[in-house]
């Protein structure tokens, strides 16, 4: 007898593990962090706090006991499926673990399932309520039929929770981790952010209330139902008329959706955006034809859900051919194909803008792209194009060609019926703005300001970017105080140049007079470095890059040529450079990036064309200009330099060298394939690449832009062999450029992985690679010269190991795994 009261009861066994098994569901909840997860073990707690109340039989609370478990390995299980979805992809995306399972945690299944989970729970505590018992063996045992009874039932009620939660559950993991997954894949296309949301701002600047009639005939367009209506739109129109203006607030217009709702489809037959692109001069990825089609596609696939899943093929087959594919593979294979899949579904009306066709630097193949997108605006009936762009020869040859005119509408702005509207926006824009400053509010309110501002009008025409740039003027000093002065400042006679051109001039000979240029040559050195960067320097970048270029680039015959004395004795400085942009606020600017940048393009073409600008002081002559970036930029690459920009990067240090660093390896392609032939051009290329100058490129090109260091020294082959072949006397064979940009890059990699080994050991072996395998077979001379390439590198290694500072800095590859990170150059 004593012996069975010894035993320990089923019930204080099952009471007992009533802790442990909390805590295993609390190690289970404690993977998804989500509202009200907390309160599933205090509610379970609570249930067993009852049932112990009872001591109740030892069955129900092991089924109890099993239905946690069951709950925390359904947890644990969803978190192993996250977790596998990122082991398949590791290290090809930005997107955190912690993101991925908030993606689980706030998808409306699981919010469902944890509401209908917490609720049964609360349930269940309720009904503890109806069980009877207590302390006492004689109490429980009476009771314990009616006790089982409620017991069953509660568990019966949980378990079929626990099942509802996990059909639930399971299903937001499902869903989630397909959507990770396709995430991933659309991370590895390579895009630019090229959409109306990350243009410049005064791509942007379009008055309320002005352009509303196009809008209005473009609207209507896209919302139409007939199938035989053009639906590709095309807008023309010279530089300064709005076409990006009106492009912009288009875009905004039609992106009805936010972006917590991007997947949802506005009302039938409501147009919608589904991509967008400007192009930007000014900005290397937005200048390129080469970003067009990926972001395009990946802005669809976002945008249009039915076109997600073969868009996700079409990517899959296209990223193993490489990142840098043409454009014609591009287009078809992320264009063509995934929506020739989906042409017959009945979607509403999808618009593609894209901005600045002008403005990107390869039209041939632009033109082709172009011809292909009209191609497709055939086909699929739900897809509108709207373009805009001024009247270039190719693109009128691609969009507006008789081959085109069945789907192509157009309207120029410079056709009378838009002119009528365009100048009424403009006097209601220059009113507006004009009168927003009180001194110009009370000038403007008598006859003789009234007569200005009209006269200011009729000046303007149909340029919006010739009203924004008096406005700039106007607002800023000297003359936001003194309407009278303005208003003769911007009505000056023009001579024989139009308004624009006129008015450019006038803001660079009031904030530097000739008179101050011939007396401070220093003054002129600074200006014309200044002015040869904006013209001829493409992409915006800050002001001490400017400072660094520009000091190389006043040492060169270029501006010897054009100042009336020794050059500036004063170097230029970051400050300086932003003193310049300060006085030029009316056409300059620094960016939302910290870099400069005209404020429209017109400014960069008025510089480089003497007809345009006709005064010398100012005049940048594009031929010469590029070939004084040439020198300026092979001058950098000397040792000292090269350190210093190495150093900046290692610490991802964003200083003026550091900036510079991404600077050379962008522009130095770049400025020679835009460079004109000279006997002193050619001769500076071929001192470049048979010294350590070439290999210091190399060696800044592989800490900077890794990824992209073979296509960067692919562009400066192209650019060398194309300036030197046709041309150079005797003319430069493309086998030899192409051995000694091959022997840099072998010679950088195999040094910075074997930095001890004997340097004339690495140069015999590459020397062997590309000089006795290279075909053609080169020259006695090109060897001779690929000889004096070899002991430049040998003179280099020998010159560095001496240093100490220089050896830990040009051999340290810490540097490459920080530029791996480093698409876009830092700011």
């Given amino acids: 007898m004593s012996s069975t009261r010894e035993r320990p009861s089923p019930i204080d066994t099952a009471l007992a593990v009533a802790g442990p098994m909390l805590d295993i569901l609390k190690d289970g909840l404690a993977l998804v962090n989500h509202p009200g997860v907390g309160l599933v073990p205090q509610g379970l707690s ?106 069953e039932g509660m568990t019966t009620d949980l378990t079929r929770a626990v099942q509802h939660f996990q059909t639930l559950a ?186 600045g066709l002008d403005e990107c630097t390869d039209q041939e193949s632009l033109c082709d792209i172009l011809k292909s997108l009209v191609s497709l605006v055939r086909t699929v009936r739900w897809l509108h194009l709207f373009v805009a762009s001024r009247p270039e020869s190719l693109i009128r040859e691609a969009l507006l060609s008789s081959s085109a005119a069945d789907v192509v509408h157009r309207r120029d702005l410079g056709e009378s019926s838009v002119i009528e509207d365009t100048e009424g926006d403009i006097k209601k824009y220059l009113m507006e703005k004009i009168e927003s400053l009180p001194e110009y509010a009370a000038y403007t309110a008598t006859p003789h300001g009234s007569e200005d501002l009209n006269h200011l009008v009729h000046r303007a025409g149909n340029l919006f970017i010739y009203a924004r740039t008096v406005f700039l003027v106007l607002s800023r000093p000297p003359y936001r105080t003194r309407p009278v002065e303005g208003f003769q400042f911007v009505l000056s006679p023009t001579a024989h140049l139009s308004n624009i051109d006129a008015l450019y001039l006038q ?202 260091m073979r296509k960067c020294l692919s562009d400066l082959q192209t650019s060398f062999v194309q300036l030197l072949s046709n041309n150079a006397s005797p003319p430069v064979r493309e086998v030899e450029v192409r051995c000694r940009i091959e022997f840099c890059r072998k010679y950088v990699e195999q040094m910075l992985h074997n930095p001890n080994k004997h340097a004339q050991e690495i140069t015999q072996e590459i020397y062997t690679q590309t000089y006795i395998s290279s075909s053609p077979v080169l020259t006695p001379e090109e060897a001779q010269r690929f000889e004096e390439l070899k002991c430049s590198c040998e003179r280099l290694h020998h010159e560095i190991i001496r240093d100490a500072r220089a050896q830990e800095m040009w051999y340290d590859t810490t540097i490459e795994h920080r530029g791996q990170n480093s698409e876009r150059r830092p700011m």
């Fill in 46 to 151: 609570a249930v067993l706090d009852g049932i112990k109340l009872v001591r109740t039989n030892s069955k129900s609370r092991q089924d109890f006991e099993r239905e946690a478990r069951v709950l925390s390995a359904l947890l644990s299980g969803a978190q192993k499926a996250v977790d596998s979805s990122f082991v398949e992809h590791e290290g090809e995306h930005d997107t955190s673990e912690s993101q991925a399972i908030s993606t689980v945690v706030h998808s409306p299944e699981l919010q469902r399932g944890m509401r209908n989970l917490l609720q049964a729970i609360e349930d269940l505590s309720k009904r503890t309520s109806e069980l009877r018992g207590g302390d006492r063996a004689m109490v429980s045992f009476i009771f314990a039929l009616h006790n089982k009874d409620i017991l």
């Fill in 170 to 355: 399971l299903a937001a993991v499902d869903k989630a981790v397909e959507y990770i997954k396709r995430h991933l894949i659309l991370a590895k296309l390579k895009c630019a952010d090229a959409g109306y949301r990350s243009v410049h701002i005064e791509k942007s600047l379009l008055m309320e209330g002005t352009r509303d009639a196009l809008l209005s005939e473009f609207l209507s367009r896209f919302q139409g139902s007939d199938p035989t209506a053009k639906r590709l739109n095309v807008v023309t129109g010279g530089a300064g008329m709005g076409k990006s203006a009106i492009a912009y607030r288009l875009c905004a217009l039609l992106d009805t959706k936010s972006n917590d709702d991007i997947s949802t489809p506005p009302p039938s037959g409501t147009p919608a955006l589904g991509a967008s692109f400007f192009f930007d001069l000014r900005d290397p990825d937005l200048s390129s034809d080469r970003m067009l089609i990926p972001t395009i596609a990946r802005q669809l696939a976002e945008r249009v859900p039915s076109l997600l899943p073969h868009m996700i093929e079409a990517i899959r087959d296209f990223l193993p051919h490489g990142e840098s594919q043409l454009s014609s593979f591009a287009v078809t294979a992320l264009l063509l194909k995934p929506l020739e899949r989906v042409k017959d579904l009945p979607l509403h009306p999808i618009v593609i803008v894209i901005d």
């Fill in 507 to 708: 803001i660079l000979t009031v904030a530097y007079p000739p008179s101050l240029l011939t007396a401070s040559p220093g003054v002129h050195t600074h200006l014309l470095c200044f002015l040869t960067f904006i013209a001829c320097g493409k992409y915006g970048w800050p002001p001490a890059t400017f400072a660094i270029i520009g000091n190389y680039l006043a040492a060169t015959d270029y501006i010897h040529s054009r100042t009336a004395a020794a050059p500036a004795s004063q170097p230029m400085t970051e400050a300086s450079i932003s003193q310049m942009t300060a006085e030029l606020s009316s056409v300059m600017r620094i960016g939302e990036c910290g870099s400069i940048l005209p404020i429209h393009v017109s400014f960069m073409e008025f510089l480089v064309d003497s007809n345009r600008c006709p005064n010398k002081h100012y005049h940048i002559s594009e031929n010469a200009a590029r070939a004084g970036l040439v020198s300026a930029s092979f001058a950098v690459f000397q040792l000292e330099t090269a350190l210093d920009i190495l150093a900046a990067w290692r610490t991802r240090d964003n200083t003026p060298v550091g900036q510079f660093g991404t600077y050379i390896a962008l522009a130095l392609p770049m400025h020679i394939k835009t460079c004109v032939f000279s006997d002193g051009i050619a001769k500076e290329i071929m001192a470049f690449i048979q010294s350590a100058g070439l290999l210091n490129y190399c060696r800044l090109l592989s800490a900077t832009r890794p990824k992209i």
